[in-house]
T-cell receptor, first 113, second 118 residues
Framework: EPEVTQTPSHQVTQMGQEVILRCVPISNHLYFYWYRQILGQKVEFLVSFYNNEISEKSEIFDDQFSVERPDGSNFTLKIRSTKLEDSAMYFC???????????FGNGTRLTVT | AQKVTQAQTEISVVEKEDVTLDCVYETRDTTYYLFWYKQPPSGELVFLIRRNSFDEQNEISGRYSWNFQKSTSSFNFTITASQVVDSAVYFCALSEAMIKAAGNKLTFGGGTRVLVKP
């Protein structure tokens, strides 16, 4: 069964550094998402992406965050200048159409020291 | 604003016992979708079920069953004859998804950790 793949599985970075989290959504899916889960807490929506542009974003998704689909397969989340509170598990997801279930990747655990 | 509440933070059962996970939601929309996801210790989020707001039929899939009651805004999940492999955190989620371009933006509950002991 097709799946969403995320790399790396774990990223450690120093405060103030830029990080790029990478995702390969399921190939025939049209909608892409980033969610995050701070350790032990609920999963929170960050951003949705459709037709090569951001369709919706949350309050968490401030100027430090950006997303890109640089080619036909990858979907990336960039954090420009990481803060300690950005430490979390970041999940990429995709859905086939607008109201179909989200399929999540295995997540990237980001640790900011 | 939409909200999902999972009042039970942790449930511990012995194998073969049934366990029911509660989920209560709030939304002002008449059209919405409800989901359950499983997060095993390995950390991934596994899709279990989606219901739309117009379909109140209960659903059974193997040992899993779901009870959707619009009158009480609840979408409860029962695992029958639990097994050790069912140990995980289970999340209920709500999507209003009224704007097509926004896709399925999910609001998650806080999750319920289920521990099944042998």
């Amino acid at each position: 069964e097709p799946e969403v793949t995320q790399t790396p599985s774990h990223q450690v970075t120093q405060m103030g550094q830029e990080v790029i989290l990478r995702c390969v959504p399921i190939s025939n899916h049209l909608y892409f998402y980033w969610y995050r889960q701070i350790l032990g807490q609920k999963v929170e929506f960050l951003v949705s992406f459709y037709n090569n542009e951001i369709s919706e974003k949350s309050e968490i998704f401030d100027d430090q965050f950006s997303v890109e689909r640089p080619d036909g397969s990858n979907f990336t989340l960039k954090i420009r200048s990481t803060k300690l509170e950005d430490s979390a598990m970041y999940f990429c997801a995709s859905s086939e159409v607008w109201n179909s279930p989200l399929h999540f990747g295995n997540g990237t655990r980001l640790t900011v020291t | 604003a939409q909200k999902v509440t999972q009042a039970q933070t942790e449930i511990s059962v012995v194998e073969k016992e049934d366990v029911t996970l509660d989920c209560v939601y709030e939304t002002r929309d008449t059209t919405y979708y409800l989901f359950w996801y499983k997060q095993p210790p390995s950390g991934e989020l596994v899709f279990l079920i989606r219901r739309n707001s117009f379909d109140e039929q209960n659903e059974i899939s193997g040992r899993y069953s779901w009870n959707f009651q619009k009158s009480t805004s609840s979408f409860n999940f029962t695992i029958t004859a639990s097994q050790v492999v069912d140990s995980a955190v289970y999340f209920c989620a709500l999507s209003e998804a009224m704007i097509k371009a926004a896709g399925n933006k999910l609001t998650f509950g806080g999750g319920t950790r289920v521990l099944v002991k042998p």
